[in-house]
């Protein structure tokens, strides 16, 4: 047994005395599990809780996103550069030839791969053998770690049916730094780069953004908009006090507003506080509130400290 | 003289045969000074380009935000946690004591680090021995790469009177690999971790977007709304053609609008397109346009095919 497959076994003696009893949805690494880590067969990856089906290649919903996908034989255009790869989504195709024979519609899997784009969920992918890539392994399935949906879109194959389509991205195996992200410069002013650079905006999700999102029905607290996105709906979770150092906000529901990103961007950019009797200051108007959404005027309080509004 | 010495040496004697015209702003790394360049004094620091002040903490301006920074000394409340750091803005002390006697203002060196942070321009950042930290070096100044400026706020500090705050993080030192974004997965819904986790958005920002922003005056193409931050206004440059495989898009001012957050999501999502009139296909309305800034129909197209439009 080479070296991978004892790491497995033992994985798997240890899942046996574990409770059976596992979430609906189950998204992130699953310890001990690590990145690289060999399977033998669809059986093997369905026991050990990385990929929970045993034929589909997407496992998730449309409404709490993808858990994990495997990457098994792919369209013609589809692309993987290791840490990034373009994925075709699932359907249309017919199942004796492999040819597409219909439009993708993002509904059911498809779906639930817009949803973890637009909610910033991590997916884990495997590479099988069959997967036309030289990162796919000889034999079986490897495990390669989270990546995220950085995009996705819906485009006339070269058969002239519509496919889903799907950027990922890796996500750093390292959690250990949360706050300090890596990034690239923008270019310079006038001096030739070789590529495009990016910055990067940091928004937040988390289970407790979510759970305040869904409260509201993705309506922005400030200004009741709801952005509809050709995937469903959009908002972003705004810490009031914010996470990390200096300021140390919790991660808490009364630290979390459910805004539009243009009100997002005001708010953490001191545009506008919000008072004790959530009426805001600098901006007119009063905040949108919900019984099942305490939000603590200790949080406000300190926002507008931030902002020498107190 | 030590190694790192030698290597200035030999910058600043190569230095003197180049041009001796430089940019009036000048973001970025200065080839060939690589992160931990040592430097003696100020004056070796200003000569190199690092640093083009004597004795200013701060260089750079309002419009065109920070090229770089000192840290020397410093504020009370200020924390080095090496690739992050809660630096204070210039102003309001006692020469004589070096006390804090009147409140700080965002403006000039202030505020050219809050266009640092809006624009997304990287930031160089020096540490002096007399810094006030576990990372600053025995004698002399180091050079310790690039920043951004992640956030910036305007609070009361212990002595009563406002101070400027901006929340440093360290950028990624390899730039090869631009399109991939080192992140951190969002936490699994119920499962507990250490850390709250963030994922990211990424908002592409370059000379080109500058441009284009600049022309729309802040302005969005879609809506006409122009966010005002506290810091100055604020829009992001949406690529119509995406950056980076599989598309490919060009980083050039006729693949770019000047977008509010809002309108940016929606049309990164397929809820719109424009047609090659400038009406909106999915949303009423037509583009605003300026006659400085021609947009290519080609790229319109693409985006529209992206989404089953075309």
């Known amino acids: 047994m080479p070296a991978v497959g004892r790491r497995v076994q033992r994985f798997l003696n240890a899942q046996s005395s574990a409770p059976q009893t596992r979430a609906a949805h189950d998204y992130g690494e699953i310890t001990p599990i690590v990145v690289g880590t060999a399977f033998a067969s669809r059986r093997e990856l369905y026991t050990s809780g990385i990929h929970r089906a045993l034929q589909a ?51 059911r899997q498809n779906q639930a791969l817009v949803t973890s784009c637009l909610q910033g969920l991590p997916v884990r992918v495997v590479r099988g053998s069959e997967h036309n890539s030289p990162y796919s392994p000889d034999v079986g399935y490897r495990y390669e770690g989270l990546y995220r949906v950085e995009s996705y879109w819906h485009a006339r194959g070269a058969d002239g049916f519509l496919v889903c389509r799907f950027h990922l991205l890796a996500l750093a195996n390292d959690q250990s730094q949360p706050s300090i992200i890596s ?128």
């Open 57 to 107: 290649g997407i496992v998730g919903s449309a409404s709490t996103g993808a858990e994990s996908i495997v990457l098994s034989g792919g369209y013609v255009d589809d692309q993987d550069l290791g840490s990034e790869i373009i994925y075709t989504g699932h359907g249309g195709r017919d199942p004796a030839t492999g040819r597409q024979i219909a439009d993708q519609t993002f509904t």
């Open 183 to 310: 990034g690239v410069p923008s270019a310079p002013p006038g001096q030739a780069r070789r590529v495009p650079s990016t910055v990067l905006r940091i928004v937040r999700d988390t289970a407790v953004s979510r759970r305040v999102k869904e409260l509201h029905a993705f309506q922005c607290q400030v200004c009741g908009i709801r952005l509809e996105c050709k995937g469903g709906p959009y908002a972003e979770a705004a810490h009031i006090r914010p996470l990390g150092a200096p300021h140390h906000g919790p991660d808490a529901m009364e630290n979390v507003l459910c805004l539009c990103p243009n009100h997002h961007v005001l708010f953490d950019n001191g545009a506008f506080g919000i008072g004790d009797d959530f009426a805001f200051v600098g901006l007119n108007g009063r905040l949108r509130t919900s019984p099942d959404h305490i939000v603590n005027r200790d949080h406000l309080n300190y926002q507008r400290y931030m902002w020498g509004r107190s």
